[in-house]
C-alpha cells in the first residue's frame, strides 16, 4: 500500500535551519501538506498545497517540492518549533499521513 | 471564530457502538467538505473518514470501512460518527477538521481541527 515516510526524529540548535522530508512515490500526482502538533495539543496546519503558507503561520515556515520528496523547512529555528510534524497527501479518495517527525530544538 | 468541538467519546466494550458528534460554529458548514481523523495513544495521526458539504458523497479508510458511517447535518451545524462493532485498535483521539480543497476525488487539507474527544476500546 501507498506510504508517507518520514525520518522519525530530528534535532536542530536554536537559529539554525530544520528541514523534514517527506517521501512517497505519489507525491508528484498529489499536493502535500505538513501540520505542527504539540504535545497535548490538537494538529496544526503551518503548509498547504506544497508552499503555501496559512495565515498566522511565521514566515521562517516554507515547503517545497521536488520529485518524489516534499520538504518543510523551517529557517531560524525557535525554541516554541519543537514538536511533531506529520506530512499528508491524498492516494485517490484516501487521506494519508506520514509517520510523523519529532523535532528537538537544543 | 472557526470552532470545532467533539463530543461522545468514553469507554466501550469490544463490539459495541458509539457516536460522536462535532458541533461547528463561526462558519458555514454547508459550504465544506468534513473529516474525522484519529491519533492512536502515543501514535500518529490516521485519517478515518470525510464527507461532502452536502453529504452526497462519503469515503472511509480501509480499517473502518463496513464499520463506522459518517454523516452530517448542515441545519444543525453538526458533524457524526457512528461507530460499530468497536476493536481495541480502534481506541484513540478522534478529531473532526474542516477538509478544505477537498472533492469527491479528494485532495485539500484539514484546518482548523477541534480539540478531540477520547474513545477508548477496552473490556
Known amino acids: 500500500s501507498y506510504e508517507l515516510t518520514q525520518p522519525p526524529s530530528m534535532s536542530v540548535s536554536p537559529g539554525q535551519t530544520a528541514s523534514i522530508t517527506c517521501s512517497g512515490d505519489k507525491l508528484g500526482d498529489n499536493y502535500a501538506c505538513w501540520y505542527q502538533q504539540k504535545p497535548g495539543q490538537s494538529p496544526v496546519l503551518v503548509i498547504y498545497?506544497?508552499?503555501k503558507r496559512p495565515s498566522g503561520i511565521p514566515e521562517r515556515f516554507s515547503g517545497s517540492y521536488s520529485g518524489n520528496t516534499a520538504t518543510l523547512t523551517i529557517s531560524g529555528t525557535q525554541a516554541m518549533d519543537e514538536a511533531e510534524y506529520y506530512c499528508?497527501?491524498?492516494?485517490?479518495?484516501?487521506?494519508?499521513f506520514g509517520g510523523g517527525t519529532k523535532l528537538t530544538v537544543l | 471564530q472557526v470552532q470545532l468541538v467533539e463530543s461522545g467519546g468514553g469507554l466501550v466494550k469490544p463490539g459495541g457502538s458509539l457516536r460522536l458528534s462535532c458541533a461547528a460554529s463561526g462558519f458555514t458548514l454547508s459550504d465544506y467538505y468534513m473529516s474525522w481523523i484519529r491519533q492512536a495513544p502515543g501514535k500518529g495521526l490516521e485519517w478515518v473518514s470525510s464527507i461532502s458539504s452536502s453529504g452526497t458523497y462519503t469515503h472511509y479508510a480501509e480499517t473502518v470501512r463496513g464499520r463506522f458511517s459518517i454523516s452530517r447535518d448542515n441545519a444543525k451545524t453538526s458533524l457524526y460518527l457512528q461507530m460499530n462493532s468497536l476493536r481495541d485498535e480502534d481506541t484513540a483521539v478522534y478529531y473532526c477538521?474542516?477538509?478544505?480543497?477537498?472533492?469527491?476525488?479528494?485532495?485539500?487539507?484539514?484546518?482548523?481541527w477541534g480539540q478531540g474527544t477520547l474513545v477508548t476500546v477496552s473490556s
Open positions: 499528508q497527501a491524498w492516494d485517490s479518495s484516501t487521506a494519508l
Open positions: 477538521a474542516i477538509a478544505s480543497g477537498t472533492s469527491y476525488e479528494g485532495g485539500g487539507w484539514f484546518d482548523p
Open positions: 498545497q506544497n508552499d
